[in-house]
């Protein structure tokens, strides 16, 4: 997805350029681990899950309400994915979790924008995120690691060396953040955070009760947005609503 160059220019080139040289750093500490390991050798670092796509996020569901503490970097935030872990993070953050959740500016589109930006709990920013990592309890740190027969894996990683590459790559990443709130497009700025999380989900299609489930809030409530989301844009259907705030999703 190409980045839209006056959203851009929200991050200074020097905070951007810091981050990109942080992660560059990361990168080769996390590839010297993986390669220990693939040798057997001791290396601060243990695979802690293996396989699919849904094999990783399932142990990462269960293990996570481990967590008191958590410093996420993602170098994307999808729809699907985020009516999955927004609800989940809601319930970790009412159990006692802290988060500060960091997606890739230029990979994270403007309905997954209106998402995060009407999280009330949690704190959600956009910016310069090319390597996916999490810290959890300010102690160690989880990254991609060894593929075998094509399938991935989870590191849990407290080799010094890696572990302060991941705190300056956070660091610096942080830095050449903005809140979440700053990349809603201006043609939706009149409405509500909730409601604009409610178009953002109609845009790709989602139905009212899963729209529901998203936000925890009742289907009827969601009728009802949605019912003042058409007053407030001028249509008389859903779908004439759904083709103008696309139109509006592109007016950053």
Same mark, same amino acid.
């Given at each position: 997805?190409?980045?839209?160059?006056?959203?851009?220019?929200?991050?200074?080139?020097?905070?951007?350029?810091?981050?990109?040289?942080?992660?560059?750093?990361?990168?080769?500490?996390?590839?010297?681990?993986?390669?220990?390991?693939?040798?057997?050798?001791?290396?601060?670092?243990?695979?802690?899950?293996?396989?699919?796509?849904?094999?990783?996020?399932?142990?990462?569901?269960?293990?996570? %309400?481990?967590?008191? +503490?958590? $410093?996420?970097?993602?170098?994307?935030?999808?729809?699907?994915? /985020?009516?999955? =872990?927004? @609800?989940?993070?809601?319930?970790?953050?009412?159990?006692?979790?802290?988060?500060?959740?960091?997606?890739?500016?230029?990979?994270?589109?403007?309905?997954?924008?209106?998402?995060?930006?009407?999280?009330?709990?949690?704190?959600?920013?956009?910016?310069?995120?090319?390597?996916?990592?999490?810290?959890?309890?300010?102690?160690?740190?989880?990254?991609?690691?060894?593929?075998?027969?094509?399938?991935?894996?989870?590191?849990? %990683?407290?080799?010094? +060396?890696? $572990?302060?590459?991941?705190?300056?790559?956070?660091?610096?990443? /942080?830095?050449? =953040?903005? @809140?979440?709130?700053?990349?809603?497009?201006?043609?939706?700025?009149?409405?509500?955070?909730?409601?604009?999380?409610?178009?953002?989900?109609?845009?790709?299609?989602?139905?009212?009760?899963?729209?529901?489930?998203?936000?925890?809030?009742?289907?009827?409530?969601?009728?009802?947005?949605?019912?003042?989301?058409?007053?407030?844009?001028?249509?008389?259907?859903?779908?004439?609503?759904?083709?103008?705030?696309?139109?509006?999703?592109?007016?950053?």
């Amino acid at each position: 997805m190409a980045v839209d160059d006056s959203f851009a220019a929200r991050i200074p080139a020097e905070l951007r350029q810091a981050a990109l040289d942080a992660a560059a750093v990361l990168q080769v500490r996390r590839s010297e681990v993986v390669a220990r390991l693939e040798r057997g050798e001791s290396c601060g670092a243990t695979v802690v899950a293996a396989g699919s796509n849904a094999d990783l996020n399932r142990w990462m569901r269960d293990d996570c %309400v481990r967590w008191r +503490d958590l $410093l996420s970097v993602k170098p994307a935030g999808f729809v699907p994915q /985020l009516q999955i =872990s927004l @609800p989940q993070n809601r319930r970790l953050i009412a159990d006692g979790l802290q988060m500060i959740s960091l997606f890739s500016i230029e990979a994270t589109g403007p309905e997954s924008r209106c998402l995060l930006a009407g999280e009330e709990v949690g704190e959600y920013r956009l910016g310069v995120c090319p390597v996916q990592m999490k810290v959890i309890d300010r102690r160690y740190v989880l990254l991609n690691g060894p593929c075998e027969n094509e399938e991935s894996s989870i590191m849990e %990683v407290t080799a010094p +060396d890696c $572990l302060d590459a991941a705190w300056r790559y956070w660091h610096a990443a /942080l830095a050449a =953040s903005i @809140p979440a709130e700053e990349g809603v497009p201006t043609g939706l700025s009149r409405l509500t955070p909730r409601q604009r999380q409610v178009v953002a989900l109609l845009t790709v299609d989602t139905r009212d009760e899963a729209i529901a489930e998203t936000l925890d809030i009742s289907v009827r409530t969601v009728r009802s947005d949605i019912a003042d989301l058409m007053d407030a844009l001028g249509v008389r259907s859903r779908f004439a609503a759904g083709i103008r705030v696309k139109e509006l999703l592109r007016d950053l």
